[in-house]
């Protein structure tokens, strides 16, 4: 089973700044995966898939890159309706598993 | 438009099963895998199997094998999701989600179902 950490758990910030979070995987898996966004009582919403290609609707302040096993989910300027819990999922091997998810709070 | 709708929250005793489905709209079921995610209170994401509505064949997560069924019934573009000897652990809100066939990620999701388990 491929481990997928994120970090940092929490990320403080202010609207407008940059926010770079991370998922680091236990092995290698090409480029399948997906990055999404959980709100309160919402179900997950997809953001990114193979690794950096945004899905529908999602706008280019989302961003997401590769480099071996590490993947980065960057937030170019944090609107007020991006704080929200960010979760990294591979899709590469069955089973199919999650990060822990990163938080990005209101500083 | 494209949707996943669940049915309503459960709450049910230990040892009980539940079943919870997922009607799918405004797309072709057959098209897409659908698999199933479940979240207990506080925590992140679990992947718990998925169906291919074409063939009816079902993968499950080894932690849920012989505890979990995945079906469908095509003629209503519905799927469900049925465990059993429930415990109180699996409390949680259980929500189905789409894949197109051949690898992708999750592009729809329903709205979950909340399961209380408790005595």
């Known amino acids: 089973e491929i481990v997928l950490t994120q970090s940092p758990g929490t990320l403080s910030l202010s609207p407008g700044e940059r926010a770079t979070l991370s998922c680091r995987a236990s092995q290698s898996f090409s480029s399948y995966l997906a990055w999404y966004q959980q709100k309160p009582g919402q179900a997950p919403r997809l953001l990114i898939y193979g690794a950096s290609t945004r899905a529908t609707g999602i706008p280019d302040r989302f961003r997401g890159s590769a480099s071996g096993t590490d993947f980065t989910l960057t937030i170019s300027r944090l609107e007020p309706e991006d704080f929200a819990v960010y979760y990294c999922q591979q899709y590469g091997s069955s089973p199919w598993t999650f990060g822990q998810g990163t938080k990005v709070e209101i500083k | 438009q494209v949707q996943l709708v669940q049915s309503g929250a459960e709450v049910t005793k230990p040892g009980a099963s539940v079943k919870v489905s997922c009607k799918a709209s405004g797309y072709t079921f057959t098209d897409y895998f659908i698999h199933w995610v479940r979240q207990a209170p506080g925590q992140g994401l679990e992947w718990m199997g998925w169906?291919?509505?074409?063939?009816?064949?079902?993968n499950y997560a080894q932690k849920f094998q012989g505890r979990v069924t995945m079906t469908r019934d095509t003629s209503i573009s519905t799927a469900y999701m049925e465990l059993t000897r429930l415990r109180s652990d699996d409390t949680a809100v259980y929500y189905c989600?789409?894949?197109?066939?051949?690898?992708?990620?999750?592009?729809?999701w329903g709205q979950g179902t909340m399961v209380t388990v408790s005595s």
């Open positions: 989600a789409r894949i197109p066939l051949g690898p992708g990620a999750f592009d729809m």
């Open positions: 169906i291919n509505p074409n063939s009816g064949g079902a």
